[in-house]
């Protein structure tokens, strides 16, 4: 395979389905001929970060990573591995399911809440499969090196971006969520 999305941000077209994805921005964790993962970054869910705050006595924001595995948790790290079992998106970023020692580290304060960001399930596709949708355009592919994965962002994250391409993606930016009302 010789074009992986790894370390890319998918950037979802709007449509009128109204799924876990309209207007969703995913980070690709990995890809290979196998298939992709991926996390989406900017669709909080206030019922598990509620969940969390009684848990943890702190706000602890939770996204919806994407829809498979729900009952899954992953965190993405900046800085600093807190536990030997990660992998590597970047020089300042790494992604690990490994609950215990995440929580270990925000309960001891080795680590702030700042320093991460928890999501529940993940964005999967098989092999092939997003490159399909991709080639449907139903995904738009960008490098976005400047940006903080571990920071709380929501609808505005796509629409920024969306903005920043310019062009067709100005106007799908400045769409109504529910472009059928347009």
């Known amino acids: 395979m010789n074009n992986s999305y790894k370390g890319k941000i998918l950037i979802s077209t709007p449509d009128i389905s109204g799924d876990i994805f309209s207007r969703s921005v995913v980070l690709i964790i990995d890809h290979n001929e196998n298939g992709t993962f991926g996390l ?33 948790i992953f965190f993405i790290n900046k800085g600093m591995k807190v536990t030997e079992s990660y992998s590597e998106i ?40 997003l490159e399909g949708e991709i080639s449907r355009k139903l995904w738009t592919v960008v490098d976005v090196d400047t940006l903080d994965y571990t920071l709380p962002n929501d609808q505005t994250l796509w629409k920024s971006i969306m903005q920043n391409l310019g062009g067709e993606f100005l106007l799908w930016a400045n769409a109504p969520e529910d472009v059928s009302m347009n």
């Open 40 to 72: 989406i970054l900017n669709k909080k869910n206030s019922k598990l970060s509620h969940r969390l705050l009684h848990i943890f006595g702190f706000p602890v924001d939770v996204y919806e990573g994407g829809p498979v595995e729900n009952d899954k």
């Open 90 to 129: 970047n020089e300042k970023f790494y992604l690990t399911d490994d609950i215990e020692n995440v929580v270990s580290g925000l309960i001891e304060e080795q680590i702030s809440v700042d320093e991460i960001k928890v999501f529940s399930g993940y964005s999967g596709w098989s092999a092939q499969q």
